[in-house]
């Protein structure tokens, strides 16, 4: 299974970004082989739409689940257009937030869990 975790660093030792739309990095992680790619955000400092940018990236990558710290109205509704499941409240490593999404403990959110300025500047 393809997935992708929001991640400071470049690593699956690096810790999980607490944001979606303007996280540092994507991981895209194959579950099965834990071969992964590294995905600069672009739309770190976008203006707007960073959380749509992000999501639309997901589906051009073939992401089945996205985990992350949090996630805006925009990007949960682009993500769950595509048919991917989301995450949150993931918090350690890479690897960590891997592991308990392996072993199940992760369960998807049905909203999003962050307002539409989460991550800009004043919020």
Not at 3 to 24: M, N, Q, W, Y
Not at 59 to 85: I, M, Q, R, W, Y
Not at 96 to 108: H, I, T
């Amino acid at each position: 299974m393809k997935i992708c975790v929001t991640t400071e660093g470049k690593g699956l030792d690096s810790p999980v970004d607490a944001h979606f739309g303007r996280c540092r990095y994507f991981l895209i992680i194959d579950t099965d082989t834990m071969d992964y790619e590294v995905v600069e955000n672009s739309a770190i400092g976008a203006a707007g739409g960073a959380g749509v940018q992000s999501g639309q990236l997901m589906s051009t990558h073939d992401v089945e689940a996205v985990l992350t710290g949090n996630v805006g109205p925009n990007a949960f509704h682009t993500l769950n257009a595509a048919g991917v499941k989301i995450y949150t409240g993931v918090e350690g490593s890479v690897q960590e937030a891997v592991d308990r999404f392996k072993s199940g403990q992760l369960k998807p959110v049905t909203a999003p869990t962050v307002n539409s300025k989460f991550g800009t500047r004043g919020s």
